[in-house]
């Protein structure tokens, strides 16, 4: 059905790993899959083509989009109409408001599924995924756990061992620069790291 999907989770909940799953069930059925990530995401070039990859080692070539990009010029450049054609969004919480709205646009004609975070590590909404939030046809959760056991729901992000709560919104990293955590956790941490 056509809709505007937003799937969110911590960093390491197989965020990345489902929509390329779902990809390939798409591709499965005879669908033309259309898969985009932000250009500022360039931790994986293969041979001078962008790849999605997920830390598990599936992986996909894919297209990118930067913030000045056009959803509606970007169909017409790669020919995408929406018969039985498909469009997932890694790291979503990159797109920006207006480029929400146009795949909110596109998703009356074809599926238009997005992955990525709900927050930043100051626990604050992305752009995009507020306006994800507040539009999106459905709206799931994929859960992932702290080290404690419980839910993860905060991306923390770890300078010299700490605990960062300044700092550039986007800064590209994965379990080098982040960790998530409950927010238990995460406030302890920062309590007793602002104790020293």
């Known amino acids: 059905m056509s809709k505007l999907y937003f799937k969110y989770g911590a960093m390491g909940s197989s965020k990345t790993a489902q929509a390329l799953m779902c990809k390939f069930n798409y591709e499965q059925k005879g669908f033309k899959v259309y898969l985009f990530k932000p250009k500022s995401d360039n931790r994986t070039i293969v041979d001078g083509q962008a790849v999605v990859s997920s830390r598990i080692g599936l992986k996909s ?14 169909c017409e450049k790669y020919d995408i109409k929406g ?5 997932i969004v890694d790291e979503c919480q990159f797109l920006t408001k207006r480029q929400v709205n146009e795949l909110k646009d596109i998703s009356l004609n074809m599926p238009v599924l997005c992955y990525g975070l709900l927050t930043n590590f100051k626990t604050e909404l992305f752009e995009g995924s507020k306006r994800l939030i507040e539009i999106a046809d459905s709206i799931m959760e994929i859960k992932s756990i702290c080290k404690c056991g419980r839910k993860a729901t905060v991306n923390a992000r770890l300078v010299d061992g700490k605990i960062a709560t300044s ?24 309590e007793n790291q602002n104790k020293k």
């Open 83 to 87: 018969e039985r054609e498909v469009i």
């Open 61 to 74: 070539k894919c297209n990118e989009f930067d913030c000045q990009d056009d959803f509606f010029k970007l």
């Open 167 to 190: 700092g550039e919104e986007i800064s590209i990293g994965a379990d080098e620069l982040y960790e998530s955590m409950c927010y238990a956790c995460y406030k302890e941490k920062l």
